[in-house]
């Protein structure tokens, strides 16, 4: 738990008439605020697609997109607030376009930690 998120792995499942979409992580807030989290580290043409082409039918819905940097390079049509990873997930840049997401302050000294996706 982090400035009052919690991560819940799988934690939301989204429907678009046929079409069902398990985001890899859910967060939750103390105070109810919800986010979701997709991460793309695998990758071909046709994954891609798909997964873009998913991920167009919830706009409304608070969806945090991390891509591995071999995937941010092939495909330039990534939103410009894309979490961008090498080998391992930052968890202060989760927090901060969690922040962002939630219109709160930036916080740039925030430790450095590191998740490995």
Do not use: M
């Not at 043409?45 to 390079?73: C, D, M, N, S, W």
């Amino acid at each position: 738990k982090r400035e009052g998120w919690s991560l819940i792995r799988e934690g939301e499942i989204l429907c678009h008439h046929q079409k069902v979409f398990v985001p890899d992580f859910a967060f939750r807030h103390d105070d109810g605020r919800t986010a979701l989290l997709e991460i793309i580290g695998f990758w071909t043409p046709e994954y891609l697609e798909a997964k873009r082409q998913t991920l167009k039918l919830f706009p409304h819905q608070p969806i945090l997109l991390a891509v591995a940097e071999g995937v941010a390079r092939q495909a330039t049509d990534w939103p410009p607030d894309v979490i961008r990873f090498k080998t391992a997930l930052k968890v202060s840049d989760v927090l901060a376009r969690l922040r962002a997401c939630s219109g709160l302050p930036s916080q740039p000294d925030a430790p450095k930690n590191q998740v490995s996706v």
